[in-house]
């Protein structure tokens, strides 16, 4: 059976985890992106299948009592999770799989896959981050200061992950991760 990877890639809301990996699905053609499940309203332009998979909080509770979510974790008084199986299955399909998730997602993914890669997406400073989420337009003010509150917590763990790229220049981050899942998906093919 062919075997893939399995890639983390957290850091602070707003960091730019999302505009990475959509640059790196260009560059990587075996890249497959997992679709989370959230309890999260959509925002204005979100679509249920395309962005996440909306549920209700029954729907998510189910999902957790049958084991059906590898990881999950409550972020913003909202419920996150990764859907088990299509997970397994593209990870033996040899696919590199990617997980964009939250810090506390990403050491829980490590406790069952100790062989997942860790990529820490880092702001290149608080005051970039808040104006990137302010900039975004998707968050209320008291949503922002959750978010910069929670932003703080997860930085102070950036020292646990394999791999940190700040995300200053943005041709220049995406070079930066492209070139590490490259690196470690010729590792397990070589
Ligand atoms: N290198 C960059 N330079 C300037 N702006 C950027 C850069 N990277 C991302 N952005 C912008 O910052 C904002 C936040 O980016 P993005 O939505 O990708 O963050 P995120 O980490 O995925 O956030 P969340 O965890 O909330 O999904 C977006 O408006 C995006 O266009
Ligand atoms: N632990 C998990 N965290 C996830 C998952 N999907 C997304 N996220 C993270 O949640 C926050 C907030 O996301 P937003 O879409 O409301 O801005 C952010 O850090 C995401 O990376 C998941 O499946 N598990």
Redesign the pocket.
């Known amino acids: 059976m062919r075997h893939g990877n399995l890639f983390v ?6 960091a730019g ?2 505009t990475l990996v959509a640059r790196l699905v260009r560059e990587v053609p075996d890249a497959w992106v ?1 679709m ?3 309890t ?1 309203a959509p ?1 204005e332009g979100e679509v249920d299948g395309v ?2 998979r909306f549920a209700s909080s029954e729907e998510f509770q189910q999902l957790v009592a049958c084991d059906g ?1 590898l ?3 409550t ?2 008084g ?1 419920c ?3 859907p088990r199986a299509t997970v397994e299955e593209h990870i033996a399909r040899g696919d590199q799989v990617i ?8 050491f ?1 993914v490590r406790e069952k896959f100790p062989a997942a890669h860790l990529v820490f997406i880092e702001p290149p400073s608080l005051d970039v981050l808040e104006a990137r989420l302010r900039g975004r337009g ?2 209320s003010d008291e949503a922002i200061a959750t ?1 910069m509150e ?1 932003a703080r917590v ?1 930085l102070s763990r950036k020292m646990e992950y394999d791999i940190r790229l700040v995300n200053d220049d943005l041709d220049e981050a995406v070079r930066a991760l492209v070139g590490y899942v490259n690196e470690q998906a010729e590792k397990i093919r070589g």
Do not use: C, F, M
């Open positions: 890639i957290s850091g602070p809301s707003g985890k999302g997992s989370s499940v959230t999260r925002r962005h996440y979510l990881e999950w974790a972020y913003g909202n996150y999770g990764t997980l964009e998730i939250d810090v506390q997602g990403g829980q998707t968050e978010r929670t997860e």
